[in-house]
């Protein structure tokens, strides 16, 4: 059994990634903000510790990061999942600065928690990288910078596979549609999620308990061969 680290544990994918592993018999440092979410998390599980840090304050990753030096932990994996897609709008009027939160968040700060955890991983370890079709196949004109971001995650998946040799593996998972909060956001309220979901190539969305298994899957041994890939998992949803 191992230690694994995921980011944005409070809700959604990272939530159910976190309690796939602790079933498994895994134990999981849980990242978030919300300190009453990240309550209910650790009691659903005595194996899942939950540590508060804003990751889109540079700082605040510094310092969650030397705690874990600190506290001499091992990893066996890490889930790279908090994001923001940011402010939708035009790409021909977006101001540069609406790159800025998205980028800290889903590339910069993704980029120093991968260098600050190497030296933690074990031989063999493996890190997910959570990307999106948004930004691999599909690319919605008014989520430009999020786009850019999940690709840039992509580039950054590949180059630390490459740098890294198979000693640990990196993979990126860019997952259609989830039933989430964020993507109730993104379409402007759950029920018009909902709807627009019945446009979907099977009718609905995953929820996050349907996808958690490709993650734990990627983190685990089992996959050992997979390294440096961007797998999309949506249900069939860029066929149409
Ligand atoms: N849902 C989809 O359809 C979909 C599709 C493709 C890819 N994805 C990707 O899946 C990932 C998870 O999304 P989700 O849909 O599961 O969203 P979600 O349910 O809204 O969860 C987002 C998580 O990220 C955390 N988070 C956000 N900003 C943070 C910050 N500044 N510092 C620390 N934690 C932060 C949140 O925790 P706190 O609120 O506690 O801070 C929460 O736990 C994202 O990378 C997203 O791009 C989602």
Redo the contacts with the bound molecule.
């Keep these: 059994m191992g230690t694994f680290l995921v980011?944005?544990?409070?809700?959604?994918?990272?939530?159910a990634v976190a309690l796939r592993l602790a079933e498994d018999g895994h134990d999981v440092i849980g990242?978030?903000?919300?300190e009453t979410?990240?309550a209910a998390l650790e009691d659903a599980s005595p194996r899942i510790t939950f540590l508060t840090?804003?990751?889109?304050e540079s700082e605040q990753v510094e310092a969650l990061m030397d705690r874990l030096s600190e506290d001499k932990v091992v990893l066996n994996g890490l889930f790279n999942?908090?994001?923001?897609?940011g402010r939708p709008g035009t790409p021909e009027w977006l101001p540069t600065t609406a790159f800025d939160d998205v980028f800290e968040?889903?590339v910069l700060a993704t980029n120093r928690i991968i260098q600050r955890a190497i030296p933690l991983l074990v031989t063999g370890g493996s890190v997910v990288n959570?990307?999106?079709?948004?930004g691999h196949v599909k690319f919605p004109p008014m989520l430009g910078p999020?786009a850019a971001s999940?690709a840039a995650v992509i580039a950054l998946t590949k180059t630390f596979a490459h740098r890294m040799k198979g000693k640990v593996r990196f993979n990126a998972v860019?997952?259609?549609?989830?039933?989430?909060?964020?993507?109730h956001?993104?379409y402007g309220g759950e029920a018009k999620f909902q709807e627009a979901m019945t446009h979907h190539f099977r009718g609905h969305?995953a929820k996050?308990e349907e996808v958690a298994p490709v993650v734990t899957f990627l983190l685990s041994g089992a996959s050992s061969y997979i390294n440096g890939q961007a797998i999309t998992v949506d249900g069939g949803y860029t066929l149409s």
């Design positions: 980011t944005g544990a409070t809700s959604g994918i990272g939530r990242i978030g903000r919300d979410r990240g840090c804003d990751l889109a999942n908090a994001a923001t897609f968040l889903n959570n990307a999106a079709i948004v999020y999940k860019c997952f259609g549609p989830v039933d989430t909060p964020l993507s956001k993104l969305a996050p």
